[in-house]
Nanobody
């Protein structure tokens, strides 16, 4: 089973950018779909973005379309989430997760098998 570790979370001002990283060990991330989820205080965990083994990427949250981009780095065995034009409502703990049968993405957390511990993103002036 994959072990996933997120990094890159920070305190950033509105309008700023961050790149989150999801590093994998114990397997090759290219064989899995990888999703990013986020959970704000008092809210349920929700899907943000996903990339399949075929390279197809989806942004599930309407609020991040045009601002967030998911990508893979096969050599580094990582998946990234580039976040631009950050807003206060993007504040949350961000988690990456891997899914077997990686040819298709999913917005359901239950479809994902391995999870990282999360990284905090805070957008505030």
């Amino acid at each position: 089973q994959l072990q996933l570790v997120e990094s890159g979370g920070a305190l950033v001002q509105p309008g700023g950018s961050l790149r989150l990283s999801c590093a994998a060990s114990g397997g090759t991330l290219d064989y899995y779909a990888v999703g990013w989820f986020r959970q704000a205080p008092g809210k349920e965990r929700g899907a943000v973005s996903c990339i399949s083994t075929r390279g197809a990427s989806l942004n599930y949250a309407d609020s991040v379309k045009g601002r967030f981009t998911i990508s893979r780095d096969s050599a580094e065995n990582r998946v990234y989430l580039q976040m631009n034009s950050l807003k206060a409502e993007d504040t949350a703990v961000y988690y990456c997760a891997s899914k077997r049968l990686g040819y298709s993405c999913s917005s359901y957390a239950a479809d994902f098998d391995s999870w990282g511990q999360g990284t905090q993103v805070t957008v505030s002036s």
